[in-house]
């Protein structure tokens, strides 16, 4: 596996935001997740309107990043979730993400008081004033309101949620992990040969070659990919989607299929809708509309402008001119 891991490589970005959304529901608590300099990876799960507020304040919003760099590096100091208050008072909690000693960013979550907090002695990891300066009456009357309905969480419980989340987020990272070394080695195995793809003339058709070590015929994660595509071209095939049905990130799978196939995935997608529009502009008087929305494209504009940096021509322009052709 190379040295340098970024999180969109090794997981699923979408797939944990759903996660992460429900488990933000379910624990009344607010959630996000980070890379290794603190931007967001994810976006914020039930994140309260008082954080919110705070977070559009200039001054806060400044400490409140401090909080979560800290927060995050004190965590992988530990190797494991570490609790503690931000510079407003809020309970807060980071669980690294480390893989190959690799710190690649952090899940932080919080936003919640503690109940028992005379007998909690949790670290202040940034000192600020906690009144709230600079700012108008309303606005503090406001944010005073906002903190009050804060949800209250007794620590055992707190500790209980972080455990839970450290726990989640390590078999997610080794179950994505995993299957990104048996891929690499699976590659490998096959490195030097690539899938055969050949544009030819008009017809633009693509050759699929299985890859074969030995007397062993290895099948490509890629090889599905294109199968897939060819038996559903009529849907709207996202990067979410494909490297769904091929068990990769969605960052690794487009490295993959770049490497194997010497073509980017949009544009091999695009090249395919693009073929298979031609056929029915010129064997059928569907509208260019339906031609568009049975291929998968939500936007009829789209697929024109696709179409015409494909073919040099509107849709329209190349049905005239082969229907003419095919009527002399």
Known sequence: MKNTLSL????????????QDDIAKATDIAIIMVDYKGKPITSHSNCSKFCSMIRNIEEYSILCEKCDSRGGLESVRIK????????????????PIIVNNQ????????QILVEDENNV?????????KN????????????ESEYNKLPKVSFNKIKSISQMMFHISKYIVEEAVLKMSLNEANYKLTQGNKIDINIENDE???TIVNLKTNDEEIESPIIKAIEYIDDNIQENITLDKISFVCNLSQCYFSKLFKKETGLNFVAYLNEKKVIKAKQLLINTDKPINNIAIDLGFEDCGY??????????MTPKKYRDLNKKDSSI
């Open 121 to 129: 002695d949790l670290e202040e990891i940034v000192m600020a004033k």
């Open 103 to 110: 710190y690649l960013g952090a899940v932080m979550a919080g």
């Open 80 to 95: 494991e979730a570490y609790i503690y208050k931000c510079h407003k008072g809020l309970v807060d909690f980071a669980v």
């Open 303 to 312: 697929f024109i402008r696709i179409f015409k940096k494909i073919e040099g």
């Open 8 to 19: 969109e490589e090794i997981i699923n970005i979408e797939s944990f935001q759903k996660i």
């Open 132 to 143: 709230f300066y600079n700012l108008d009456e309303n606005t503090k009357k406001l944010l």
């Open 204 to 206: 633009k058709t693509a």
